[in-house]
């Protein structure tokens, strides 16, 4: 193992990360506190509460899962796609790292990312609505298990993209409209029972409801669901990954 | 002269051994039509070619960055795709293209490198490398505020960083000036005297001529000749006999096939090759042979051949 050569990564990638450290932070906190003074404040005030929770409060988990997946795509994905446009991934590819190394770089880097804009926007969060984590393991779990994944899936975006529409058009209109129909908003009880059914095909329902029930114990589908589809996509993501690296698909001519 | 003469190793076992190496790109085009190559450690190696002659190509497999379609490359006896990890360690590579992230500085990105290459950090080695290129001053220096030579130089440190026991540079001269092409010599011979292999490209042959052991010439994906450099000086010492014809010339009478004789294209010129070197010229005979055929001529003149006519003879001869 190259520990030499995932530690220039991570460090590298980190570094990217410290550079932009502004827009990195702020904006996620700008935008997540709106949807607080929006969601939580004016209309959450008139919303009724939901299992025994606060509205303000039960759109806090959705929200942080909004922000992980989108940031982990973003980042994992430009993280790899970067060095293809501009062409350094020659040295990626003449250097002694291994598939696994280049991954663990990357998407330790955009992961720990992440999971620090995760915390952040919590504490934000706390500041709007008292906050109580029941299980707060369960609930490390879940920031770090979503984080990796769609990290894992925003590295698979950014070899697949050829061009800039390709690095923006799946977080667009794929992952955004997932999360905001995957309960991250409202309880899935809500919906009509066809609906219901339909939304259960959504993966995000269930991250959004494995990160809720471990702050409020409350939860649309089963935890153990919950964690079980995770650690699928995960799986799913590993194996696209590996075969990505063994075919050089779209990295080697 | 003396200094270019190859290394006491030339006759040591091929640290690079290139097999029946072809590739066709998705495309369809074929890039390499069976390249087979040793590379002497520690001699200074030049690939000499056209534009699209495939040398980036042969070199990109070598390095692992492009697949083969076939044949093996091995580099100190490591299978390039069984043993890529330990064949790759001992590899350093300055591209063709200007292709740096931009936003680093530059102690940072030969930092990366190195341990990219999987070698622990050495502040003194980078700054040894940055010294050597005249890059110490610019050590915090964004990349991207660089001038191109600069960022060339920043590429050849990148290269350095983890102590590579080969070094491939693909055209580093391109858009050099001479100073910084000087400074680039002088390095390239102080890393082969420390026992590193060094293989180049280049399009100019005086390039290659002061620089390389041995030269070899692509030409369209195939290896058109591989020699020791004093070899291809021998066939520099040949002079070439232009006679400028009165009247155009079909073609070469039989009579006089024993002289080799080239007709140019518009049948006004013959030329006759011949070797200074030896005793005798055949001038004489050849003038004599040519008045029996009712061959006269308005002028003459003779020209040396470079190396420079042989390459372009080499890759025009090729159908
Ligand atoms: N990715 C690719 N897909 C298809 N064809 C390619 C690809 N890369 C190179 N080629 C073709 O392969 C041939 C050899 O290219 P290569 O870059 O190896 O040449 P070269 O000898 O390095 O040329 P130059 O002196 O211009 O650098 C060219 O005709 C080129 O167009
Ligand atoms: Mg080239």
Redesign the interface.
Known sequence: M?L??V???Y??EM??TF?TLLQSIASPVISTSLYFVVFGGAIGSRMPEIDGVAYGAFIVPGLVMLLLLTESISNASFGIYF?KF???I?????????ALEIVLGFVGAAATKSIILGLIVLLTANLFVPLHIAHPLVMVLFLVLTSVTFSLFGFIIGIWADGFEKLMVVPMLIVMPLTFLGGSFYSIQVLPPFWQTVTLFNPVVYLVNGFRWSFFGIADVHVGHSLAMTFAFLGICLAIVTWIFKT?YRL?? | MSSNAPPAAATAPAVISVRSLRKT??SGFEALKGIDLDIRRGEIFALLGPNGAGKTTLI?II?????ATSGTVTVDSHDIVGG???A??Q?G?V?Q?L??????TVR?TA???????????SPAHIEKVLRDLSLWDKRDSKVMTLSGGMKRRVLIA?ALAHEPRILFLDEPTAGVDVELRRDMWDLVRALRASGVTIILTTHYIAEAEEMADRIGVVNRGELVVVEDKAELMRKLGRKQLILQLPARLEHIPDALAAYRLELSADGSELTYTYDTQSERTGITSLLDALAEAGIGFRDLRTQESSLEDIFVNLVRDQP
């Open positions: 190259n030499h050569a530690r220039a990564i460090v590298s570094a990217r550079r060095p501009v062409g350094t020659y040295e990626l590819l003449s250097a002694p790292v291994s050089g080697k001519a | 790109y998705a990109s390095c692992g960055i492009v697949r890529w990890r330990a790759r360690s590899i590579l591209p293209e292709t740096i992230d931009t936003f680093d940072a930092g990366f490198s190195r341990g990219l290459f999987g070698k622990r950090a990148k």
